[in-house]
T-cell receptor, first 114, second 112 residues
């Protein structure tokens, strides 16, 4: 596809369960970013990948959150033992290079933890 | 910590008039600023950017102004159109850093 895609588009889970969110960046984009947007909040930076490595994990809110990227392409964000405060829209973005490049966003995954 | 602030959660303007969206930042290391536009159920899309070496950047109906001394930027849309109705996010980054900081967004409604 031409743009960044994310799956699932919506996820409802029970508190305590693990969830995996997937991001397919634009082909050829080396940098990949995860953000989340909680109700009434701005976009909160979570993690950044350059290729398959994550030099900046500073935004991950707790050790229940982890992310990986394989083959310099697809990335998964995993949330273990989900809590109600994890409910948010999780957005993925990619850019051609790292640094101050325009980021192209996916449509997001809306996560609801009951 | 809210390094980028958009203090107006919403703005309503009449079609054809000017829309002015404001953004303030606290980190003096920020040197690159962007505006993103977001429609419901879609990811943000890039609108316009400005580097700190400039104080104005114009693209069609959209102009971004940067006041470094006041740590303030604004987005002007003129003339406003109903299709401009969306949430607008201000974002900032510092050279050498990869975590772009976003404001909370301003919901713009342009009435026909």
């Amino acid at each position: 596809g031409a743009g960044v895609s994310q799956s699932p588009s919506n996820k409802v889970t029970e508190k305590g369960k693990d969830v995996e969110l997937r991001c397919d960046p634009i082909s050829g984009h080396t940098a990949l970013y995860w953000y989340r947007q909680s109700l009434g909040q701005g976009l909160e930076f979570l993690i950044y990948f350059q290729g398959n490595s994550a030099p900046d994990k500073s935004g991950l809110p707790s050790d229940r959150f982890s992310a990986e990227r394989t083959g310099g392409s697809v990335s998964t964000l995993t949330i273990q033992r989900t809590q109600q405060e994890d409910s948010a829209v999780y957005l993925c973005a990619s850019s051609l290079l790292a640094g101050q490049e325009t980021q192209y966003f996916g449509p997001g995954t809306r996560l609801l933890v009951l | 910590d809210q390094q980028v602030k958009q203090n107006s959660p919403s703005l309503s303007v009449q079609e054809g008039r000017i829309s002015i969206l404001n953004c303030d930042y606290t980190n003096s290391m920020f040197d690159y600023f962007l505006w993103y536009k977001k429609y419901p159920a879609e990811g943000p899309t890039f609108l316009i950017s400005i580097s700190s070496i400039k104080d104005k950047n114009e693209d069609g109906r959209f102009t971004v102004f940067l006041n470094k001394s006041a740590k303030h930027l604004s987005l002007h849309i003129v003339p406003s159109q109903p299709g401009d109705s969306a949430v607008y996010f201000c974002a900032a980054s510092a050279r050498g850093h990869n975590d772009m900081r976003f404001g909370a967004g301003t919901r713009l409604t342009v009435k026909p």
